[in-house]
């Protein structure tokens, strides 16, 4: 058992929790922010990205004790106030959501990507959810969504 | 829950050292992209998990005066492909990086952990295998050099003993224009094992030719260097072709069958050899 | 309808995609009940073995376990078309991955941990493990008491005292003669390996038993009312007393379909003392537990006449069921009826036998056997073309049905049923057919171009119905309550879009109840067979047109017309000459008060249902009856580039053409085509079940089960959508949703011969497989 503090979408958060619990489990079980998913539990679908310290990681190859003093990022933090970010509004848009279980994480790898650049080439953007896989989309449309957040944040608009 | 472990975050190189002495069952755990799974798996059910990442000293990549690049232990993977020292002799490097996992893993993983794993497949060994590399390894009594050379002793297994850690992976200078390439061979663009990996590192003054396979022997396997001077590239490919076949033992696996791997791996040589002669190719 | 469209036909977005992108929809993973206990499961490691003996003594004594369960607990046959499935495995396994126990504890890590500690001994069998070994009369029987299971009578006939669940014969004039007179005649073999669904979300289920025996489930499924009425009839509860709830599904594409894990779970609930139980699947169980694919062999024969007309088909379509058939027998029946693919034949028979073997078994799969067929059927037109000299195209076209053409069952086509000739060239100009293609720069790089025909219609019984129920609300909104599903297809949005134009209201103003429950939602039979649109469409029509009766007679007492003078739209009722006399469905919705109080009318509820129209059973000895509600026709075509030295093949465009009927949301109806079109992808280069010599599954995980990521879909794709009405489709649609998967692999197929001059006969079509086929190509000729 350990004392972790972290932040978790701006939030402080404090908590006990044993040294073999996963993040992925302890956003899920303990803070009830059940956007990420487990897919496949061994860091190959993408399903339980969240971003940590700003990078996307797979959560469920991660120890909550390893996030300890960190900042965590999940697709519930994306809305502020009630409103939709630029980049959720960019996937209802392109059609970009099907059955939605790869959605959460797919918008916390497109976030990681856009706080590294707001101008992404198309391979920075593939790049990005390479990671993440959909069995419903056929990906075209996530790409393009992507695209388009990255076009309307650079005009200044919105986050 | 990944296990009933005790988990510590050591400080210190001789904290971690001194906590790895003291139980046998101990894990270190780095980037525990490839430990996790194993933990989940039920592959092992270590008492003890040792992170490393709050040492400050194996969390540093640098290139030395004399021209020595230092990973430490804990550097992940996509730090080691956006750092500018991962330019010049170095590109092969960061390609390999590149070519593991996904971004969420490159986030985690890093390169000692790659190699500790042991797997023939390990996508740095190659390139680490042609620059010369050597790790540093440290336990509670000793510290000790290993050349990568001799770090892999089978399917999942190397040199290191059970009380002993890596601290840095070590490339020592390079001729100045050495050309490098890494390439791997997989089953589909996105994220994969290899069925076959190459790199190699042409050295445009001496001649001096270097080629590292993987995934096609129980470790990755160097070849002996190839005298490339005046050498034409049709000639000197053939030549590796024939080393790389001489020095290989590929099985059938459920990635791949040996006969796919031999034919890809003369494509992949040839690629190889054709990148490091060509004026734009290697670094 | 004469009236222009508001909202059918526009590009509506999904109402569902606000939950999902804010982590706010939840699915049975996220699911959770008071008291709620979590399950774990012990597998077998054998293909086939006899149980000896179980030993769970350590187990029980785990604090936190609150369930031990076996076989021998659970003396219960289910199925959905043959019963010939356990809860848990009953003195034997019949496939590695099967599960023999499970545990109800705590927490999930008490629950494997006492996995870890029972001890099962197994007698291994030698496993049956490929279907033609399973049909040598001296083969080992996976079910020996095949005559005691309960089945469709006169729509399946399993031959007992063999491994044959069902054997469909489709008879059509006379095969034997027409080959041995045909000009040129060929005899081909293909193959298709099991592949899995991968649905991003996997199996998942709660089950709480209820006192008195009722049962309640939460599940990712795509069939509620299959799940209640089976759990009714396997436990003998009244249909009543099972409610079924499913909240957002994250992908079914079939593997949902039919009885998953809810017996399961409702059965440790009860061993529980009542306390709901859950059980998700992992990636793994998902792989090597839950149902599959059915694996395929086909042997074809084709017979044409030198002016290139198809003259004899024969088709032997061994279907590799696996372990148990109860979904997999309807796929070897309906792949029997479209298996000659969409062409006038006069001369076709087809034998399609559907095969236990000693593997994971399948069910119903997007395309429910259509890919697999039209692999072989698509390929072997293909190479039937090029023996007679002629444009692969133009030999379809000679040979695509036609009006007054009869069909393989004995249905005349007629044009209401589709355009496959107009989808066929509308692919064909997209690639640009006619001009081959450009050699590569790069000596390395072969291209070619490829097409493929395909063809569906929903394979479903004959009794099929749907039902919704619309309440007006106070606010003159709606809100509508069906029981199919959206598990991504978007079918909910479509049935909005359907209802608001019916109801004559803004699209803003409609709801469809998101969760099903059996206990408010009216009966659907599945959500399969791309049947939803086309029946939960109907039966909103009929119970839009209800509410407004409703409304239209209230209206019509207040204003002291006749019924047939009121008139609706945009949301009230008027007058027809007379607009200034209208009230609004708010005014009307909870019936209507006069102003000295008296009301009349009442509470607005609509209520609608489609039944299947016309369909029969197909006849034992010949398969002639009329088993399609409605044909769906289209066409793939592409262009590939394959490097000759790795064997890697990339798509370099591939266009789709649909005959849609009416395309009832382009944008919808895009997502659904590029996810096919890639899902397809996946079974044509890469996807593919690989076993051991005893049966067991080598590639149970992503690590060795590649689907297609981000970074290998191809790098142009075009979707075309023909509207030829479809007679009795809401607005003339027909469905589409399995469609734009089949013959992805068969299109490749053709374009590889075209790149390569190689013919490829098995699925899929990996790097290895295409470079050792080049090598030996190579020597071959050399």
Redesign the interface.
């Known amino acids: 058992m350990?004392r972790i503090t972290l932040t978790v979408n701006g939030h402080p958060e404090m908590a006990d929790v044993?040294?073999?619990?996963?993040l992925l489990?302890f956003l899920?079980d303990r803070l009830v922010?059940?956007?990420?998913?487990?897919?496949?539990?061994?860091?190959?679908?993408?399903?339980c990205?969240v971003l940590?310290n700003g990078?996307?990681?797979?959560s469920?190859?991660?120890?909550a004790?390893?996030a300890d003093g960190c900042e965590v990022q999940?697709?519930?933090g994306?809305?502020e106030d009630g409103k939709?970010s630029v980049l959720?509004q960019a996937?209802?848009?392109a059609?970009a959501?099907?059955?939605?279980?790869?959605?959460?994480g797919m918008?916390m790898?497109a976030r990681?990507l856009l706080l590294q650049t707001l101008d992404p080439t198309d391979e920075e953007i593939?790049?990005?959810?390479?990671?993440?896989?959909?069995?419903?989309?056929?990906?075209?449309?996530?790409?393009a969504a992507i695209r388009s957040a990255a076009d309307t944040l650079r005009e200044g608009s919105g986050s | 829950m990944l296990g009933s472990f005790e988990y510590r975050d050591p400080r210190t190189i001789a904290e971690a050292c001194r906590l790895l002495a003291g139980e046998d069952s101990a894990c270190l755990l780095a980037g525990g992209t490839d430990l996790f799974i194993e933990l989940r798996a039920g592959w092992q059910n270590p008492e003890l998990l040792i992170d490393i990442k709050g040492i400050d000293a194996l969390g540093e990549l640098r290139t030395e005066e004399d021209g020595t690049l230092s990973i430490g232990a804990a550097v992940p993977l996509d730090a080691i492909a956006r750092s500018p020292v991962a330019s010049g002799p170095w590109v092969a490097l960061r390609e390999a990086a590149l070519s593991i996992g996904t971004q969420q893993l490159r986030h985690r993983a890093t390169l000692a952990g790659n190699l500790c794993n042991g797997s023939p497949a390990a996508d740095t060994a190659p390139v680490l295998l042609t620059l010369g590399a050597y790790v540093m390894a440290a336990s509670l009594e000793t510290s000790r050099q290993i050349d990568l050379a001799n770090f892999f002793t089978g399917v999942k297994r190397t040199a290191l003993r059970n009380d002993e850690m890596i601290c840095e992976v070590r490339i020592p200078p390079q001729p100045p224009g050495l050309r490098t390439a890494f390439l791997k061979q997989q089953r589909v663009r996105g994220h994969d094992l290899a069925v076959v990996n190459v790199a190699g590192a042409l050295d445009p003054s001496s001649g001096d030719l270097r080629v590292a396979i993987g995934s096609c022997s129980p470790t990755p396997i160097l070849l002996p260097s190839i005298n490339a001077a005046g050498v034409s590239p049709t000639a000197l490919s053939a030549l590796a072709i024939e080393s790389a076949l001489d020095h290989v033992s590929p099985i059938d696996d459920v990635r791949a069958s040996a006969g796919y791997r031999k034919a890809v791996l003369e494509t992949l040589i040839d690629r190889l050899i054709a990148r490091l002669v060509s004026p734009e190719g290697g670094a | 309808m004469t009236r222009p469209l508001k909202v059918v036909g526009q590009p509506i977005g999904r109402a569902d995609a606000i939950d999902k992108v804010t982590g706010n929809a939840r699915y049975v993973h996220d699911w959770s009940e008071p008291g709620m206990l979590h399950a774990a499961l012990v597998l077998s490691p054998h293909a086939a073995a006899r149980i000896v003996g179980i030993d769970s003594d350590a187990a029980r004594r785990i604090p936190g376990v609150r369930a031990i369960l076996t076989g021998e607990d659970l003396d219960v046959l289910l199925g959905l078309y043959m019963q010939d499935k356990r809860i848990l495995a009953r003195g034997v396994v019949r496939h590695q991955g099967e599960a023999v126990v499970a545990v109800a504890a705590d927490n999930l890590d008490i629950a494997r941990q006492a996995c870890n500690e029972i001890e099962v001994t197994y007698d291994p069998i030698e496993p049956v493990l490929d279907p033609a070994v399973a049909l040598r009369p001296d083969a080992p029987l996976v079910h020996p008491d095949l005559d005691s299971y309960e089945h469709m009578r006169g729509v399946f006939f399993p031959e007992p005292g063999t491994n044959i669940a069902h054997h469909q014969k489709i008879r059509k004039g006379d095969f034997d003669s027409a080959f041995a007179s045909a000009d040129l005649r060929l005899t081909l073999t293909f193959d298709n390996p099991p592949v899995q669904h991968v649905p991003m979300e996997t199996h998942a289920a709660i089950g709480k038993a209820h006192p008195e025996g009722r049962a309640e489930i939460w599940t990712s499924s795509q069939s509620p009312y299959t799940v209640r009425h089976l759990l009714s009839a396997c436990f003998g509860l009244s249909h009543g007393d099972v409610r079924v709830h499913v909240p957002y599904v994250g992908g079914g594409f079939g593997g949902k379909a039919g009885l998953g894990l809810e017996p399961l779970v409702y059965v440790l609930s009860r061993a529980a003392t009542g306390r709901p139980v859950k059980l998700v699947a992992t990636r793994e169980q998902e792989f090597n537990t839950l149902p599959s694919r059915q694996g395929l062999h086909s042997t074809i024969e084709l017979g044409a006449s030198r002016d290139g007309k198809l003259t004899a088909f024969k088709a032997t379509y061994h279907w590799d069921a696996g372990a148990y058939a109860d979904y997999g027998v309807n796929i070897g029946r309906a792949a029997a009826y479209a298996g000659a693919g969409p062409y006038s034949i006069d001369n076709c028979w087809i034998d399609s036998q559907v095969i236990y073997t000693n593997k994971v078994f399948g069910t119903a799969f997007r395309g429910f056997g259509h890919l697999e067929v039209l692999w072989g059927v698509e390929r072997a037109i293909d190479q039937m073309a090029h023996q007679l000299g002629m444009d692969p195209a133009d030999f379809r076209r000679l040979n695509l049905l036609k009006d007054g053409d009869i069909t393989i069952t004995g249905e005349a086509f007629t044009s209401g049923h589709g355009d496959p000739t107009g989808c066929l060239d509308a692919v064909a100009r997209a690639i640009d057919w006619a001009t081959p293609s450009t050699p590569s720069e790069n000596p390395d790089l072969v291209r070619g171009k490829g097409l493929a025909m395909l063809h569906k219609a929903p394979a479903m019984p004959t009794y099929t119905s749907c039902s919704t129920i619309i309440k007006l609300d106070e606010d003159g909104g709606a809100d509508v309550l069906i029981s199919g599903v959206d598990y991504g297809q978007g079918t909910y949005t479509v049935l909005r879009q359907i209802a608001a134009e019916e109801l004559r209201i803004p699209i803003e103003r409609v709801r469809i109840t998101w969760e099903c429950d059996t206990a408010f939602s009216p009966y659907d039979w599945q959500t399969v067979a791309s049947r939803f649109a086309y029946m939960g469409g109907n039966a909103i029509i009929e119970a839009a047109a209800d509410c407004l009766r409703q409304v239209r007679v209230v209206a019509s007492k207040v204003f002291g017309v006749p019924v047939d003078r009121i008139v609706c739209a945009n949301g009230q009722a008027s007058v027809a000459d007379a607009p200034e006399k209208r009230l609004s469905y708010a005014q009307l919705a909870l019936g209507y008060t006069y102003e000295n109080g008296n009301s009349i009318g009442g509470p607005v509820i609509g209520h609608g249902r489609f039944i299947a129209q016309g369909l029969t059973h197909l006849d034992p000895k010949t398969g002639q009856g009329r088993p399609a509600q409605y044909w769906t026709y289209g066409a793939h075509a592409v262009e590939i580039e394959v490097d000759t030295r790795t064997g890697e093949l990339r798509v370099c465009k591939i266009a789709s053409a649909l005959d849609a009927g009416k395309v009832l949301n382009p944008k919808l109806v895009v997502g659904q085509v590029v996810g096919g079109v890639v899902q397809g992808l996946g079974s044509a280069l890469w996807e593919g079940f690989r076993f051991d010599k005893q049966g067991r599954l080598l590639n149970p995980s992503f690590v060795d089960y590649k689907i297609p990521t981000a970074k290998d879909i191809p790098d142009r794709m075009e979707q075309i959508f023909l509207e030829t009405p479809q007679p009795g489709g809401p607005y003339g649609a027909r469905g589409v949703a399995e469609h734009p998967m089949i013959s992805v692999p068969s299109a490749i197929g053709n374009a590889l011969t075209d790149a390569l001059g190689i013919e490829f006969h098995t699925l899929p079509l990996t790097p290895e497989r295409i470079l050792l086929a080049i090598r030996s190509h190579e020597e071959g000729t050399a």
């Open positions: 350990r044993p040294d073999g619990m996963t489990e899920r922010l059940t956007g990420a998913k487990e897919g496949c539990g061994i860091g190959e679908c993408g399903a990205t940590v990078r996307a990681i797979a469920c190859l991660m120890l004790v390893e999940t697709v519930e994306e809305t939709l959720q996937f209802i848009d059609g959501v099907q059955c939605g279980f790869c959605t959460p918008i790898s990681g593939v790049e990005a959810v390479a990671g993440n896989l959909c069995r419903c989309t056929g990906y075209e449309a996530i790409i």
